[in-house]
């Protein structure tokens, strides 16, 4: 069944996922109706819409396994204080003020009634893992600066997507960005990965959580300005640092990964607003 553990090899426990069996299908469906609900609250934007889908996906997951309904209460709540603000990037003082602390309470909230009201280690931030990174995860921080550096003047100026961002026309906008590109990189670890996709690991197997935090993930990504066909590399993305994360049990190696890719987008983001700074790209159209 899909709440029943089975021991692997390394002596960690794992979930494990029947289809076959009923009580499975509706566990998985309330994951599906509170990460779903990220579709409709950040990509359609419909809100008050949206919490419903949340709400009943929380209702089926407590009907169907109160362990794994406690579990979406948190991803619930985080997601439900994030729509209380607009993600559309703006660095205003006001704008600046709104982010930090929507987002930062999205993943306090999740982490402290994780471990002092539901009395798990589900939410946690591994900085220090005692591991040094292998010659595998130096290759792959140099295949994202590469991938970016091709792909990103491509999608941002010729989809227009640039436009979604703020003009940069301040005097202190440039800076804004990039400290707001790098603010929020930084939070999408802590978020969608570090409580989202370890919350959902604890009831379903890698691919499965993987493929849910995904829907949060790219949809987030969406309403900030990531749009147009974005989502032809922001859902590979998602995908990719969950699995990192599942792998090397790493937030510092993920965040690593998230802000070089992020430094190529403020570069082109700058570039497209002002052509004349960072004119390195060779796909820029």
């Not at 002092?116 to 040094?132: I, S």
Request: net charge neutral.
């Amino acid at each position: 069944m899909l709440g029943r553990m089975t021991q692997t090899a390394d002596a960690r426990v794992t979930p494990s996922l029947d289809l076959t069996q009923g009580r499975d299908w509706a566990r998985l469906s309330a994951a599906f109706l509170v990460c779903a609900a990220a579709v409709v609250l950040f990509a359609i934007h419909a809100r008050p819409e949206g919490y419903i889908p949340l709400v009943a996906g929380v209702a089926l997951g407590l009907w169907a396994d109160r362990e794994l309904g406690k579990d979406l209460v948190l991803i619930a709540l985080g997601q439900a204080i994030i729509s209380t603000i607009s993600l559309e990037a703006d660095l205003t003082n006001a704008g600046i003020a709104r982010f930090t602390v929507a987002l930062s309470l999205a993943v306090l909230v999740p982490w402290a009634l994780a471990r002092w009201v539901l009395g798990h280690g589900g939410v946690k931030f591994p900085v220090r893992t005692g591991r040094q990174w292998t010659r595998a995860q130096w290759w792959y921080l140099g295949i994202v600066i590469v991938a970016g550096y091709l792909l990103l003047p491509f999608y941002f100026i010729g989809s227009g997507a640039y436009m979604n961002w703020p003009d940069l026309s301040g005097d202190t906008d440039v800076a804004r960005l990039f400290v707001g590109v790098n603010a929020v990189g930084i939070w999408d670890e802590l978020f969608f990965i570090c409580v989202v996709f370890a919350l959902l690991c604890r009831h379903f197997p890698l691919w499965w959580a993987n493929g849910l935090q995904t829907l949060v993930f790219v949809s987030f990504l969406w309403e900030l300005g990531y749009r147009e066909w974005a989502p032809v590399f922001t859902i590979p993305f998602a995908l990719i640092q969950g699995w990192l994360f599942a792998k090397w049990k790493s937030f510092s190696y993920v965040v690593t990964v998230h802000l070089l890719f992020d430094a190529v987008v403020f570069a082109a983001l700058v570039h497209a607003r002002h052509p004349e700074m960072f004119d390195i790209f060779i796909t820029a159209p």
